[in-house]
């Protein structure tokens, strides 16, 4: 069983920054790709950025030159730098992991729980 847990979330005032992370254990996985989702109630969850192994980077429209995507590998660990915060960032972020568990021998997506992100005066 592969799990990722996720931190940093919280409220934050409008133009300030957070930083996400979230850790995937497990050791007889391979990672190929991590992301960052959000969502807001009543809305799709929407991709923000993601992040593949070697190192190559998406990100959306509304959050590019804001929003910055980085691992460490050794750790299996994504961060999602945020700054310039708005309030239209407010939603709760999910990490996404596609990997191999070696374990059972097949690839998947794999979630985190969900972390809330307020932005607000």
């Known amino acids: 069983q592969v799990e990722l847990v996720e931190s940093g979330g919280g409220l934050v005032q409008p133009g300030g920054s957070l930083q996400l992370s979230c850790a995937a254990s497990?050791?007889?996985?391979?990672?190929?790709?991590m992301a960052w989702y959000r969502q807001t109630p009543g809305k799709q969850r929407e991709l923000v950025a993601t992040?593949?192994?070697?190192?190559?980077?998406n990100y959306a429209d509304s959050v590019k030159g804001r929003f910055t995507i980085s691992t460490d590998n050794a750790k299996n660990t994504v961060y999602l730098q945020m700054n310039s915060l708005k309030p239209e960032d407010t939603a709760v972020y999910y990490c996404n992991c596609n990997l191999r568990n070696w374990d059972v021998g097949v690839q998947y997506d794999s979630w985190g729980q969900g972390t809330q992100v307020t932005v607000s005066s």
């Open positions: 497990g050791s007889r996985i391979s990672v190929y790709s």
């Open positions: 992040i593949t192994s070697g190192g190559h980077t």
